[in-house]
């Protein structure tokens, strides 16, 4: 394989000057490690939401708070980001963005749909025929906002990558 059939593989905006040393600490050090932490912690935070009770509802609030802010830096580093100089990290860094807001949508949905399954009154009508339903659903929305989430945070990943191996403009 030559140089230029790998450059389709290479972000545009990056530092194509990297010694091997610093790309394998790049990965070894800081992606790896901070992917599996991530996913292993999402592991969990499910299990504690699909418990029985109403008490964890507030993990998905915390959640919410936490994404709709990571989405307002993406999308005011997007305003600032200078377009003509980092072009594709100027999407990566709005595509960030969307993601974070996306996720953070389906944590507060996850939120209400739990709050809605613990107001239903057990053994009445609603409960039986829908208290299936609204498990299902805030199950599967707070899993959909996990992984959406470490989406977001990869994108962002190679965002900071990039920003901190490119040379100064």
């Known amino acids: 394989m030559s140089i230029e059939s790998l450059k389709k593989y290479i972000h545009p905006d990056a530092n194509p000057n990297l010694t091997l040393l610093q790309k394998l600490s790049w990965y070894l050090c800081v992606s790896y490690p901070f992917l599996i932490f991530i996913i292993s912690g999402s592991f969990a935070l499910l299990i504690y939401f699909t418990r029985n009770d109403n008490t964890s509802i507030s993990l998905s609030n915390v959640g919410f708070g936490m994404l709709i802010a990571l989405s307002s830096v993406c999308f005011s580093y997007h305003r600032i980001l200078q377009a003509a100089d980092y072009i594709r990290l100027h999407h990566d860094v709005q595509k960030a963005g969307e993601l974070f807001l996306t996720s953070a949508i389906a944590f507060i949905l996850s ?3 739990k709050y809605a399954y613990f107001v239903l009154t057990p053994g009445s009508f609603l409960y039986e025929w829908f208290g299936f ?8 929305s ?6 959406i989430c470490i989406f977001g945070l990869a994108k962002l990943i190679d965002v900071l990558h990039i920003r901190i191996t490119s040379p100064a403009r």
Not at 142 to 147: D, G, M
């Open 111 to 113: 939120s209400a749909l």
């Open 133 to 140: 339903v609204f498990r299902t659903s805030y199950w599967i």
């Open 142 to 147: 707070f899993f959909s906002a996990e992984v």
